[in-house]
T-cell receptor, first 110, second 115 residues
Framework: GNSVTQMEGPVTLSEEAFLTINCTYTATGYPSLFWYVQYPGEGLQLLLKATKADDKGSNKGFEATYRKETTSFHLEKGSVQVSDSAVYFCALGRSEKLVFGKGMKLTVNP | DTAVSQTPKYLVTQMGNDKSIKCEQNLGHDTMYWYKQDSKKFLKIMFSYNNKELIINETVPNRFSPKSPDKAHLNLHINSLELGDSAVYFC??????????????FGPGTRLTVT
């Protein structure tokens, strides 16, 4: 079946640190891949997406590249800010629905 | 303007009661969803409607019944509430029925606590 495995955390970083959140997937066919972010007390928001192999999604300094050969979609940011503190979800889109990873809570300290 | 709104934001009730959560979207989207997020933040789809027709019905107890009076609204009714129903419920919408391809817009969530 379709599934997503991601780092669960929680992770605490200092401001300006480098961030990587690993995400790998299992799917039939060619899914779309997404990163959603949930800020405290809010619903999820789309952070970035990629719809085919080798696509790179980017937004707000975050990037992720769709790697078919390694079935991965790792999220990176070169310099995190306190405002990036949130829960990050990797998701796979297939057969009319999204399948989410378990989410990773990130706290960034000043 | 709020794109996807849910009411109520908080709901505290006793076991055995029946309750409803309402969702409205003003984005003109065709497809709406209900998700359940447990205490560990795990998010799982429950239902999806496209133009008022049910297209996804995951393994959810039949105490949960979605109702879509029109494509801008998707309500969730829960009968005989149990302790395990305590969670945050999110409504979402997307432009097309291919929920796997389209960006989904989420509401702020309804925190349900069953005592």
């Amino acid at each position: 079946g379709n599934s997503v495995t991601q780092m669960e955390g929680p992770v605490t970083l200092s401001e300006e640190a480098f961030l990587t959140i690993n995400c790998t997937y299992t799917a039939t066919g060619y899914p779309s891949l997404f990163w959603y972010v949930q800020y405290p007390g809010e619903g999820l928001q789309l952070l970035l997406k990629a719809t085919k192999a080798d696509d790179k999604g980017s937004n707000k300094g975050f990037e992720a590249t769709y790697r078919k050969e390694t079935t991965s979609f790792h999220l990176e940011k070169g310099s995190v800010q306190v405002s990036d503190s949130a829960v990050y979800f990797c998701a796979l889109g297939r057969s009319e629905k999204l399948v989410f990873g378990k989410g990773m809570k990130l706290t960034v300290n000043p | 303007d709020t794109a996807v709104s849910q009411t109520p934001k908080y709901l505290v009730t006793q076991m055995g009661n029946d309750k409803s959560i309402k969702c409205e979207q003003n984005l003109g989207h065709d497809t709406m969803y209900w998700y359940k997020q447990d205490s560990k933040k795990f998010l799982k789809i429950m239902f999806s409607y496209n133009n008022k027709e049910l297209i996804i019905n995951e393994t959810v107890p039949n105490r949960f019944s979605p109702k879509s009076p029109d494509k801008a609204h998707l309500n969730l009714h829960i009968n005989s509430l149990e302790l395990g129903d305590s969670a945050v419920y999110f409504c979402a919408s997307s432009q097309g029925a291919g929920g796997g391809s389209y960006e989904q817009y989420f509401g702020p969530g309804t925190r349900l606590t069953v005592t």
